[in-house]
């Protein structure tokens, strides 16, 4: 007996980051919430976004398009957080990573995942846990322990634990987003 055969299907999240298409596993994925106020902290990495309320507890911001070596995420309508658990020594930390926009929830059995390749993708091959097929093309499927390694899960932890400043206020709009509106001023 083939023992794939018998391997269950996995669910994965799949989200925009830099007009690409990633997902993660559903079991890491908390929940998506709206982009909203963010403080920035000091001497943060520069990935680390800076850091929101999430229910009275705070949640390092996380943009992978930085992390993964892409221009900063530019804010527009469907920027959204994806509430992720990361382990950590043994322990689970939560995190928000920025994306563009959420795409769908992907069921891929054992003969829809290819191994990563070892050139050819936007970002480390180690970054990822394979290549989900979806119809005619792939979806990459990301590592997020591996993504926020060790020293830099502790980089953004230590971000969200310091005290913070008064919120800051919600970020403008891209220019992007905002160059259809009217221009108030004198």
């Not at 794939?4 to 799949?14: E, G, I, K």
């Not at 804010?75 to 939560?94: D, M």
Request: glycine content about 8%.
């Amino acid at each position: 007996m083939n023992p794939t055969a018998t391997a269950p299907v996995v669910q994965y999240l799949s989200f925009f980051v830099a007009g690409e298409e990633y997902a993660l596993s559903i079991l890491q994925v908390r929940e998506i919430i709206e982009y909203d106020t963010v403080t920035r902290v000091p001497s943060a990495p520069v990935w680390v976004r800076g850091v929101t309320n999430l229910r009275g507890s705070v949640l390092p911001v996380i943009d992978l398009s930085l992390k993964l070596g892409f221009p900063p995420s530019s804010l527009h309508r469907r920027s959204c957080v994806v509430v992720v658990e990361v382990t950590f020594q043994g322990e689970k930390l939560v995190m928000g990573v920025m994306a563009d926009a959420v795409g769908q929830v992907l069921d891929l059995g054992p003969g829809d995942v290819e191994p990563p390749p070892a050139f050819g993708t936007p970002i480390h091959a180690d970054y990822l846990l394979g290549m989900g097929r979806a119809g005619k093309k792939f979806i990459l499927l990301l590592d997020i322990d591996r993504v926020l390694n060790t020293q830099e899960i502790r980089a953004a932890s230590a971000a969200a634990s310091e005290p913070q400043a008064p919120p800051s206020e919600p970020e403008p709009p891209s220019a992007e987003a905002g160059a259809s509106e009217p221009q108030v001023g004198g």
